[in-house]
């Protein structure tokens, strides 16, 4: 629901109505009433987890654990009314553990450590289904990779400025996202003199940048926006933006001229952010099934099959050439002769005189002390 306000001509108001606005990634929630079943619009459940505890608030409780595109949620199935909702945006850090629990053997937990309203808290999330099948199964992989998805997306959600989002004049199309207008000749009443520069309309954001510098520019959600005014200011009737407070609480002015072109891109914004708020594309795009073949994959070629590995017994390199060692051998006498001795010839490898090598034997082959590796 929207509403909208005319008190001139040139004076109108459109505010965003308060379930509009996005807070489920940005709050840490404790037992609101049945809020796994109540997801805003454009949020999904992507994977369920089974079988979990939440150690440190409600040990003994067994409950599941839901990642969703914005947050994670756990409740309770024995009490209701226990549940935790802990958005992305308030983790600071995660991790698996190995815990021992009062009853049965070693078992994986989810550790997050997370942040809000100046306080850190710590939770604990448990396996407890006692499979032991479960053990060596990273149960808790996918929602590693929806955060990790989750934080390379945040230009669907949030206010940014001054962000790598403009090349070369043309703004960076994000997956999904389709261009609905372009509008130049709009001036950035940031500043006393302002800057010229460029809106770009599209079906997520409202993106402007300046003509003479693109790295100065707004990239600003749909559902990050507060409300939306026209009135009057010192440089003549000016669009004025402000962001929720998710957003950080801004007021951008925008002059657009001729006044009707500014009306125009008035309600162009409305009517967007009307249709963008019954079905809003948050940019975590994630797979259970595939994440799960991913998995098998990983598994599978962690295993060690033999029959795939040619052992190669290296001792033969290790040892002093046996070919010397023969010659030397045959050249030793007998106990009670005289060993024959053979007259000296002139070796062009060496560069000097030496006995003559019998026959059966090459100098290369005397020479090494270790035999050669084949292809050396």
Not at 20 to 37: R, S
Not at 201 to 215: E, G, K, P, S, Y
Not at 256 to 266: F, G, H, K, S, T
Not at 291 to 308: C, G, I, N, T, W
């Amino acid at each position: 629901m929207v509403g909208t306000s005319i008190t001139s001509s040139l004076c109108m108001t459109w505010t965003a109505s308060e379930e509009n606005l996005l807070w489920e990634d940005k709050e840490i929630k404790f037992d609101t009433p049945n809020i796994q079943n109540h997801l805003r619009n454009g949020e999904n459940v992507l994977d369920t987890i089974y079988h979990i505890e939440d150690t440190k608030g409600n040990p003994g409780d067994t409950g599941r654990l839901l990642a969703t595109n914005l947050r994670i949620i756990w409740y309770s199935l024995s009490h209701k009314k226990y549940n935790l909702s802990i958005g992305y945006a308030r983790f600071v850090n995660t991790n698996t553990r190995s815990v021992v629990p009062k009853v049965g053997g070693p078992t994986q937990a989810l550790y997050i450590l997370a942040t809000g309203s100046n306080t850190r808290f710590e939770f604990l999330f448990t396996d407890v289904s006692g499979d032991t099948a479960r053990r060596n199964t990273p149960i808790f992989q996918s929602v590693f990779e929806i955060y990790q998805l989750y934080q390379r997306t945040y230009l669907y959600r949030d206010l940014k400025l001054r962000g790598a989002i403009v090349l070369s004049g043309q703004l960076i199309i994000m997956p999904d996202e389709l261009v609905y207008n372009n509008v130049n000749g709009v001036w950035n009443l940031s500043s006393d003199q302002g800057n010229l520069g460029s809106f770009v309309v599209t079906n997520i954001r409202l993106v402007w940048f300046a003509d003479a510098n693109d790295t100065f520019n707004i990239s600003l959600p749909y559902l990050q926006i507060a409300n939306i005014r026209i009135r009057e200011s010192k440089y003549g009737p000016a669009l004025v933006i402000q962001t929720a407070e998710t957003g950080g609480g801004y007021v951008l002015g925008f002059r657009i001229d001729p006044v009707e072109r500014l009306n125009e891109i008035y309600k162009e914004l409305i009517s967007l952010h009307a249709i963008y708020s019954e079905n809003p594309n948050f940019g975590v795009r994630y797979d259970s099934a595939d994440a799960q073949k991913r998995l098998a994959s990983m598994k599978e070629a962690e295993e060690f099959k033999p029959d795939e590995f040619l052992e190669i017994d290296e001792r033969q390199e290790r040892e002093v050439n046996t070919k010397l060692n023969t010659y030397l051998a045959e050249g030793t006498a007998v106990t009670g002769t005289e060993a024959p001795t053979r007259e000296p010839v002139y070796c062009k490898e060496l560069g000097f005189a030496m006995e003559r090598i019998r026959d059966g034997y090459k100098l290369q082959d005397l020479w090494d002390v270790l035999p050669r590796v084949e292809g050396e």
